[in-house]
Every structure is written in C-alpha cells, then in structure tokens.
C-alpha cells in the first residue's frame, strides 16, 4: 500500500493534502539536518553518511524535542519497523543503501515511479498514524467534558476557548501559539465559536500533532474514562442550563403574552 503515503494517496482521496505535505515537509527537515551532521565528516557533504551514523542521526532526530527531535516521538516499535524496511529497502539498489553506508539523499527521494523508498513510506506511515491517533485523542476528550458518555450533538455549539482548554489538559507541553494556530484552522480564522459538526469536520482534515508524548501521566490522566460523578454533574449543568434558556424566552416573550398564557 505505498501509493496511499504518495502524492498518489493524495489524488485518490486516501490521504488528506496537509498531511502529505507535512511528511515531505519532515522529510526535507531530517535531510537537512543529515547534511549538518555529515558536514562534520566531509566538506562539502555528499549525501551520504556510514550507516552507523545514520542510524544514530536518525535516532536522536525521531526522538524526543528536547533532545533534538524534529517531529511527535518514535517508540521502539516504530525504529523497529524502519530497521526492517531499511533492510528491505537494501534489497534494491535504487535506494542508496548498503551495509557499510546510507546514500540519503536517495532514500528520502521520490522513485522513478513516484513512489517513496520503504523506509520513506514507513516514517510517513507512523506519522500519519500518530496525527490520527492524536485527532481522535482530542476529540474524544472533547466530547467527555461536554457530553460524557452521551451522543454527540452535531449543531451544539463549541467554542474555541472550550478546545484550548482541552489542548491544555492532554496536551501540556504545546505552546499558547501552537493552539492557537490549531483553534484557527478548525474554526476559520478569528471566529471564537463554531457548531461540533464542523469543528469535528476541519479536525479530521487539518494537520496537527502531539507535542507531550501520549504516555506521560498528565496525559494518560486526561485521557481516563469519565467518571460516574463527572457524568452526573454534566447531567445536572444541562438541566440547568435548559431551565435558564426556558426562563429567559419566557421573559423575552413580554408581559402581554405572559398575561394571556398565565392559565
């Protein structure tokens, strides 16, 4: 299935735009950042490194940012299957890769069919999992502080203060401009409030990813099920809010019609 990670997924509608262009995005980031290291080897940089040094180089920038890492935290299943299809991609010579070194420049290109290399494919892979992992994360947590285990009201009303506040529980470590950089592409650009149907909508297409890694405890405990005490209490606040909006048309209504439907 290495189409639906190319500009192939893309054209057939099993891979949204954004993503793909994050993933060339990264790509073109861990080149850049490969040239760097090379440099300290030989000038000028041939596009190459010793695979001992590839797989070190690769390891830091897949890990975590405050260690050098340039995109969401790998976990060691994730290096385990790039090793895999690095020995895959070694099987053919069109890729640059041997025992003794990595050429790249032409791991990271596209083929001559258009198709990325296995090892290319797989990063773009684990991203795109990790994004929708991540979507579903905030969603999911969305709909308990709003609903509990109730259904999901497409018109209901969301806001975008109600987002950031999610943003903040599971999701500590993204930065105020970074979740407001999200708030603006899920509810068009400086609106404030949006219906959940078309928040939810922009969410499952826009790109976004997770900057505190999904096991930390602040997470994990943001993440937890609903408890039976939350499920009550957002019961009681939708009753109540329900009275409100019911006291307040029946004022807005005007003494006259009040007078009239007394009885």
């Not at 040094?53 to 340039?70: E, H, I, N, Q």
């Not at 203060?161 to 407001?180: C, F, G, H, I, Y």
Request: proline content about 4%; some cysteine.
């Amino acid at each position: 299935d290495i189409e639906c990670y190319s500009a192939l997924g893309v054209l057939e509608g099993t891979l949204d735009e954004e993503t793909y262009r994050a993933a060339l995005a990264l790509q073109e980031l861990i080149v850049e950042k490969l040239k760097e290291r090379e440099s300290a080897i030989r000038k000028p940089p041939q596009g190459k490194l010793p695979r001992a040094d590839f797989t070190k180089a690769m390891a830091t920038l897949l890990g975590p940012k405050s260690k050098g890492g340039v995109c969401p935290e790998r976990s060691k299943a994730h290096f385990e299957e790039l090793a895999k299809e690095l020995a895959n991609d070694q099987k053919s010579a069109q890729w640059g890769v041997t025992d003794k070194e990595i050429v790249y420049v032409t791991l990271f290109a596209e083929g001559r069919d258009g198709s990325p290399s296995l090892y290319a494919n797989a990063l773009r892979r684990q991203l795109y999992a990790q994004r929708t992992e991540y979507v579903e994360d905030v969603r999911r947590h969305l709909t308990k502080c709003r609903w509990g285990d109730e259904e999901e009201d497409p018109v209901a009303t969301i806001t975008s203060k109600q987002v950031k506040q999610t943003l903040r529980q599971m999701d500590p470590d993204k930065s105020s401009k970074e979740m407001d950089e999200l708030n603006s592409k899920l509810f068009g650009g400086r609106k404030s409030k949006g219906t959940w149907g078309a928040v939810t909508a922009r969410l499952a297409t826009v790109y976004c990813e997770r900057t505190t890694v999904r096991s930390d405890k602040r997470v994990q405990f943001a993440l937890r099920p609903p408890s039976e005490l939350l499920k009550l209490a957002q019961k009681k606040t939708q009753h109540v809010l329900l009275c409100l909006r019911v006291a307040k048309a029946f004022m807005e209504a005007g003494a006259d019609w009040r007078e009239k439907h007394r009885d």
